[in-house]
């Protein structure tokens, strides 16, 4: 891999590690490079708290991550040491950051989630692409939304999403993306167990239940809509029930809120698969695989969701998560375990 710092290619590192996530505003990454106190570009990268920009290429001069050196690791001793180094995204600081005063009220009415994202986004010079297919819904507005004070910036852009099914998400640039995943797309690759190192399953059964119901309270607004609405997990053959109130919502709101926390739920359930090579995958790529030692009989359809790429002396890894393709659309998951 290659490594800019502050738009001058570095090149004495090791041991770089980077996490390519689908449904969050950062990725993060590692590396470590030894320090020369008296290389003027070194100062530069190495200062603590300097924040310096970072972009980091595949070895085809591919555009991998866009981001900002957070945490240096230096120390001094009778023996040359290398120094870790660490960060996010540019989009990161919305993890950490919260609403400033300067952009008071919390409140905002008749605004869409692009009109309500694009303030948020212009306090830390970030850009915001927004997807064609989910156009519209970034676009419709809001009657009245409102933060809370503690609320980081990227807890409360992501709620506001996740109420229109979209996703909160970031691309190699560091701009924050709107979109929703093509879930029919042709899969860029077959996993088995004869081509990949390893692969296994992370499941939280406790999170799971078998049918989710939502129900809402009626008021003189809300004439003749839905006051209940359903959805049903297939997977989930014991009687594992639950409901939850929308306290307020259009006449579909009670239907895509049972989906939306039915898709949730979904997460909880991840195949890891580990190459001891470099996978050309990305979030949100659609993948098969079949294994009956995973209890994947048939070819099943998988999204990826995070991409774990290390490369050192010894070689390259790499690591895939990935969930059901429902995850991101609130459908009703296929039977995979048959």
């Known amino acids: 891999m290659k490594i800019k710092v502050n738009g001058t290619e570095f090149i004495f590192f090791n041991d770089i590690k980077i996490s390519l996530q689908l449904d969050t505003v950062a990725s993060t990454f590692s590396f470590t490079a030894r320090f020369n106190p008296l290389n003027l570009a070194h100062k530069s990268l190495f200062k603590p708290l300097s924040y310096p920009e970072v972009e980091i290429f595949n070895n085809d001069g591919k555009l991998l991550l866009t981001g900002t050196i957070l945490n240096q690791g230096q120390k001094s001793d009778k ?3 290398l120094v870790s180094l660490s960060g996010y995204s540019k989009g990161g600081v919305l993890e950490d950051c919260t609403i400033p005063l300067s952009a008071y009220p919390l409140e905002s009415l008749k605004r869409s989630l692009k009109e309500i994202t694009e303030k948020l986004l212009q306090i830390f010079d970030l850009k915001l692409e927004v997807e064609s297919n989910v156009l519209n819904e970034a676009n419709a507005v809001y009657n009245k939304t409102i933060a809370e004070p503690t609320d980081s910036i990227a807890s409360y852009i992501s ?5 229109r099914n979209i996703v909160l998400s970031h691309n190699p640039k560091g701009n924050i993306v709107l979109f929703r995943p093509d879930v029919s797309a042709a899969p860029k690759l077959f996993i088995t167990k004869e081509n990949a190192n390893n692969m296994g399953w992370s499941v939280n059964g406790q999170a799971f239940h078998s049918s989710i119901e939502v129900i809402r309270q009626p008021s003189d607004d809300n004439e003749g809509v839905s006051l209940a609405d359903s959805a049903s997990n297939p997977l989930i053959s014991a009687n594992r029930p639950t409901v939850s109130v929308l306290s307020s919502g259009t006449e579909t709101e009670t239907k895509l809120a049972a989906e939306n926390k039915m898709a949730s739920e ?11 090579m470099f996978i050309n995958v990305v979030p949100g790529d659609i993948v098969e695989v079949q294994n009956d030692e995973v209890y994947l009989y048939n070819r099943t359809r998988f999204m990826v969701s995070s991409v774990n790429i290390s490369e050192n002396e010894k070689g390259n890894a790499t690591d895939i998560s990935m969930v059901l393709p429902e995850t991101f659309t609130g459908q009703t998951p296929k039977l995979i375990f048959e």
């Open 79 to 81: 023996d040359p040491n």
């Open 159 to 163: 709620k506001l999403a996740a109420q």
């Open 266 to 276: 979904l997460s909880n359930l991840i195949l890891v698969v580990s190459f001891e």
